[in-house]
């Protein structure tokens, strides 16, 4: 499944997580860790120095021109399963850049992205005690929520005059889970305007409190309500002179690749639109944009996009072709300055079979392949969640889509109830494909919506947030978890060896070979070993 940005708010990094003790607490395995080190900001001699215990001492009242040090921080992965899933797909901190475009000028930003470092949390600390920021930003997803917080306090250990702000989607849809006297600020929804209000209010050695869409947790007060998605024209262009771009990279989907074309290439993230207009019932996003598609304007995308140093862009739009005046107006300002990339963008089937031509024209300026959401084998499964698709529209789509020449990624959900049975369905009609690269989650509805809140009570985990990434059963399964982790692995595997490269048994680059052998181990691997995410008294329950 492909990875998309979260909305913004200031940032979020995540390392190894401690969180409290419960009846029923999960267990995390941390036995694979990344394999690329991160050195901090400025150097790693600082990591000598002994972290200050100094009580959090009275923020310095800074002039108007005061220029103030600013940290961003992209979480590194708990779960074996994203850790898994970044050895094939590892984007660029594209969050981070949007924050940092939307300060003002002036300033010194620095970007931490953990992800690639082989310990995260002592990087960490070493690039606080030697950059010594005045405003460190965290934002991510649900299941990095906890971490978040531990992250928040070991910032008021080394650097106690700091201020800490935390955004992103989970801030977004439960802001009061980061209520806590490590957190100044927490912004719910876009971030681009409230970060630059908070960086403004930091220079001036002045309070949060009143700033539009920002919770202070010390009083729990502000942004009680679900603020609206901005007009798409306000929002900057993201800096990406921030991060090494060519450590950013992506397994490519092409349908008759070439020989020893790359299957790795550097890959830059764009975001062409935001929300959507459709009404799944276990997605958040149309909730949070009010069932609202919103283009950016197509000249900036278009400019942002010929600017790019990586040939290979992976648009995280939630869906690129709804408007589809929008999406012909981008392809032809891209073809109009003549820019050469690949592409690979996210579509439903009902967009295919009712706008073909959108497809085909992307495709004849480079779109190489697409994201589409088949979800279920079975047309009652779709109606349960409001799909607004059936088996045979996904299967017509997939059709069309490679006659057109464009690989598709099909992704499919399981429930925790699944059986033996369903397994075994979902792998024949999987095998009667033709070549696509497949994904299999877990159909888990994001908190903030009807369906997640009809959950309440059925968590077998004391914090579910901890675990809700998608790919781990939140609710009790019907199989022994044990043998709901081996049966959701060995679809994995089987998933990986259908892929169009293997199919069509592709020549590829010896690196390429190697990269793939060791993701597919660990992809598989974060599977296997799901259930021992679970407290043991867990594992053989059904």
């Known amino acids: ?39 901090p900001v400025e150097g790693v001699e600082d990591c000598l120095i002994p972290p200050t215990m100094a009580s959090r001492a009275a923020k310095p009242v800074r002039q108007e021109d005061s220029r103030v040090r600013i940290l961003l921080v992209k979480p590194s992965p708990r779960l074996g399963t994203i ?18 475009a939307a300060a003002p000028a002036g300033h010194d930003i620095r970007v931490a992205d953990l992800r690639r470092a082989r310990f995260p949390e002592h990087s960490f600390r070493c690039t606080l005690r030697r950059f010594r920021p005045d405003l460190v930003g965290f934002t991510g997803y649900t299941h990095e929520a906890s971490a978040i917080r531990r992250l928040a306090r070991l910032t008021r250990e080394d650097c106690p005059a700091a201020r800490v702000v935390v955004g992103g989607h989970h801030a977004t849809v439960a802001p009061a889970d980061f209520d806590g006297a490590e957190i100044d600020a927490v912004v719910r929804g876009e971030g681009c305007a409230p970060f630059r209000a908070l960086v403004e209010r930091t220079a001036r050695g002045e309070e949060f409190d009143g700033l539009p869409h920002v919770r202070i947790p010390r009083t729990g007060r502000g942004a009680e ?49 935001y929300g959507c207009r459709m009404q799944c019932t276990f997605c958040v996003v149309p909730f949070l944009s009010e069932g609202r598609h919103l283009g950016r304007p197509v000249e900036q995308v278009a400019d942002e996009i010929a ?28 073809a109009a300055r003549r820019v050469r990339k690949r592409y690979f963008a996210w579509t439903r089937a009902t967009t295919v079979l009712r706008s073909p031509e959108i497809l085909k024209r992307w495709r004849e300026i480079g779109l190489d392949g697409a994201f589409l959401g088949f979800e279920f084998t079975s047309d009652r499964e779709l109606r349960a969640v409001r799909k607004g698709g059936t088996v045979a529209a996904n299967e017509r789509a997939l059709d069309r889509l490679r006659a057109l020449g464009i690989a598709v990624h099909a992704a499919f959900m399981l429930i925790p109830e699944s059986s033996a049975e369903d397994f075994a369905r979902l792998r024949a009609y999987v095998r009667a494909l033709p070549p696509v690269q497949c994904s299999f989650t877990i159909c888990t509805p994001s908190p903030g919506t009807p369906d997640y809140q009809a959950l309440d009570g059925r968590f077998w985990i004391d914090n579910p947030h901890d675990l809700h990434d998608c790919m781990h059963p939140l609710t009790p399964t019907s199989l022994r978890l044990r043998e709901f982790s081996r049966l959701y692995a060995e679809q994995v595997v089987e998933g990986i060896a259908l892929t169009p490269a293997r199919i069509e048994r592709r020549p590829l680059l010896p690196p390429d070979i190697l990269r793939a052998f060791v993701a597919s181990r660990r992809y598989a691997h974060g599977y296997q070993n799901l259930y021992q995410d679970y407290p043991r008294e867990l594992w053989d329950q059904a």
């Open 307 to 334: 600017a790019l140093a990586a040939d290979h862009v992976y648009f995280v739009d939630d869906e690129n072709f709804l408007d589809e005046e929008h999406a012909l107006a981008l392809a032809d300002a891209l």
């Open 225 to 273: 309500e679900l603020p609206r998605y901005p007009d798409p024209a306000t929002l900057p262009t993201p800096r990406r002179d921030l991060w090494p771009v060519r450590a950013y990279r992506s397994v490519w989907l092409a349908e008759g690749g070439r020989p020893f074309q790359p299957l790795f290439p550097p890959v830059s993230t764009v975001r062409t639109s």
């Open 83 to 100: 850790r898994g899933l970044q050895s094939f797909q590892f984007l660029e901190p594209l969050e981070l850049g949007y924050l940092a």
């Open 1 to 39: 499944m492909g990875v998309r940005v979260p909305p913004f708010a200031p940032i979020t990094y995540v390392a190894r997580q401690t969180s409290p003790r419960g009846p029923v607490q999960p267990r995390f395995n941390f036995a694979h860790g990344c394999c690329r080190a991160f050195h």
